[in-house]
């Protein structure tokens, strides 16, 4: 009862913080560039992440990417959370190149590319907590593995859009990973 009333405030503290997310004029472009017909847009400008693919006027969202938008938490709701003991998992997006190395501590490395079975054995309980996050608020990669895990039955999933930018320099530890 204490675990469900605690993360209902955070998830409470972390909406009524407001939208983290930048304004881009479309609600399917990652990007904080404004729209335009192209299909592939390139996703982080700082070139911290990915180029992804993403729905723009009417074009089809595979299965993974029609799951619901992602419920969110700010700096101070992660910081929180982990703070208060509550048992939950947090996971690092980022993959290949866009893979420095540091991490919130405690984080594990998984990405929307993971199998179902590599899933499976870093997180075998569909209910328990589990937070994604990547580089910053225009990478999509922490976007894309919540809506991943989302597809295969995870229920219990919160979206950290800052990353781990937002994370160090809000003066917050990162442990290195490699």
């Not at 993974?64 to 690092?92: C, F, M, Q, R, W």
């Not at 054995?121 to 990547?134: E, G, R, S």
Request: proline share 5%; charged share 25%.
């Amino acid at each position: 009862m204490k675990r469900t009333i605690l993360i209902l405030s955070v998830l409470l503290i972390s909406f009524f913080a407001g939208n983290l997310e930048a304004e881009t004029g479309c609600s399917s472009c990652s990007s904080v560039e404004s729209c335009s017909d192209a299909y592939t847009k390139k996703a982080c400008p700082d070139d911290t992440c990915a180029d992804t693919e993403h729905e723009h006027k009417g074009e089809k969202k595979s299965a993974v990417e029609a799951v619901e938008e992602p419920a969110k938490v700010n700096t101070s709701g992660l910081k929180t959370l982990i703070g208060s003991g509550v048992p939950l998992t947090i996971l690092d997006a980022r993959s290949g190149k866009y893979d420095d190395g540091k991490r919130i501590p405690g984080a594990l490395s998984l990405n929307a590319e993971s199998k179902p079975e590599e899933i499976a054995k870093v997180l075998p309980n569909k209910d328990a907590l589990i937070i994604t996050y990547c580089s910053n608020l225009q990478c999509p990669a922490s976007d894309m593995l919540y809506k991943h895990l989302k597809s295969l039955g995870y229920s219990n999933l919160l979206e950290y859009p800052e990353g781990i930018q937002g994370w160090i320099e809000a003066g917050n530890p990162v442990k290195s990973a490699k």
